[in-house]
């Protein structure tokens, strides 16, 4: 009986030891992980960068900071980028600086706008054109990792949503970040990101003109993805985050309008019953001017470069004499030296 005891401490104290030693082993290949991860991560958030469109936002503020008042401030997404031309603004109304403060829609709505809100000044227009999309769902996409390195106050923009979604995409994350990690190992500093996306390819407003000259990408989709309004739902929430806007920048002494983006008519036929549904309730909800219609912003197919929202360059020139002729009732005329007409009384 002794000897059956003492087997079965033996094997007691055996399979513990064995599991000591497992979890052991295992701790040590975690803590080798973990570092590893921590390693390459530290590396992708310490190396940004600097010649893509995550060093946008980075562009964006300084103009921001930079730029004497009144300013002209247009803010949204890409089409705002590759869609107008600040010189012509500049001299429509030379006594008003323009600011392309557009960044992309793969940031998502919300810190599209927050981005900048904390530069605006007393005195300021801000024009707010974005993509039909962002009055369908929150466009934050994989992109966005990227300028979190070059901008990680963004993260103080986050909702609970977005908090879930950044850690959900961590396969994405770890890839970049290794794929980060080989470059700066192989002294491979500066990413080679040229025409039409770097940031060497913003003129001194902001403006996108690296893609000027350049024929369209084999493959273009230029009609927008399908876009459906929900006045009572995603679509109200947005109008109430814009409205909220509005009254922060009235209390900064600034005003806000609302321009709509171009479009391909191929585009407006495909959506026409949505556009129009979200266009009465935007003069319905929406507490600031709208300076434009949709079917005043239509073009033909062969005009937008490389997506359904980015224009070829005569096209941007068209687009931009639209647009100073819907600013016309709101900000100087050519050569008029009288005080911008009061936005309170649209």
């Known amino acids: 009986m002794a000897t059956t005891d003492n087997t079965i401490a033996q094997k007691a104290s055996s399979s513990a030891s064995s599991m000591g030693k497992f979890l052991f082993e295992f701790s ?4 080798i992980q973990v570092a590893i991860l921590s390693l390459i991560l530290y590396i992708f958030f310490s190396y940004p960068r600097d010649n893509d469109p995550s060093a946008w936002g980075v562009e964006k503020r300084e103009r921001m900071e930079n730029t004497p008042g009144p300013r002209l401030v247009l803010m949204g997404d890409s089409n705002v980028v590759l869609g107008v031309s600040s010189p012509m603004l500049h001299e429509a109304y030379p006594e008003i600086h ?4 557009g960044l992309y829609a793969f940031l998502g709505h919300r810190i599209i706008l927050n981005e900048i809100e904390d530069l605006v000044q007393p005195g300021d227009t801000v ?5 039909y999309a962002h009055f369908a769902a929150n466009e934050i996409q994989n992109l966005y990792y990227h300028y979190a390195v070059q901008r990680p106050e963004s993260f103080k923009h986050f909702t609970g949503e977005e908090i879930r979604w950044f850690f959900d995409g961590g396969t994405y994350l770890i890839k970049e970040a290794l794929k980060r990690t080989k470059k700066i190992l192989l002294l491979h500093k500066r990413d080679a990101f040229g025409p039409p996306y770097g940031r060497d390819n913003l003129n001194e407003y902001g403006d996108g003109v690296g893609h000027y000259g350049m024929e369209s990408p084999p493959g273009t989709r230029t009609t927008i993805k399908e876009f459906v309004a929900t006045p009572d739902g995603y679509t109200g929430e947005i109008i109430e985050m814009l409205n909220d806007l509005n009254k922060r920048m009235e209390e900064r002494g600034a005003r806000m309008l609302f321009a709509y983006p ?6 407006y036929v495909e959506n026409e019953t949505s556009i129009k549904l979200l266009d009465n309730v935007l003069h319905e909800r929406l507490e600031f001017p709208i300076i434009n219609q949709p079917e005043a912003m239509l073009y033909p197919d062969d005009v937008f470069f490389d997506s359904s929202y980015h224009l070829k360059e005569d096209a941007v020139y068209d687009r931009t004499e639209r647009l100073i002729d819907s600013l016309r009732p709101f900000l100087r005329s050519e050569g008029n030296s009288d005080k911008p007409i009061d936005s309170s009384s649209n």
């Open 28 to 31: 040590k290949f975690g803590i």
């Open 127 to 131: 024009v707010i054109s974005w993509v």
């Open 262 to 267: 171009p479009i391909s008519e191929q585009s």
């Open 98 to 101: 323009p600011v392309n403060a």
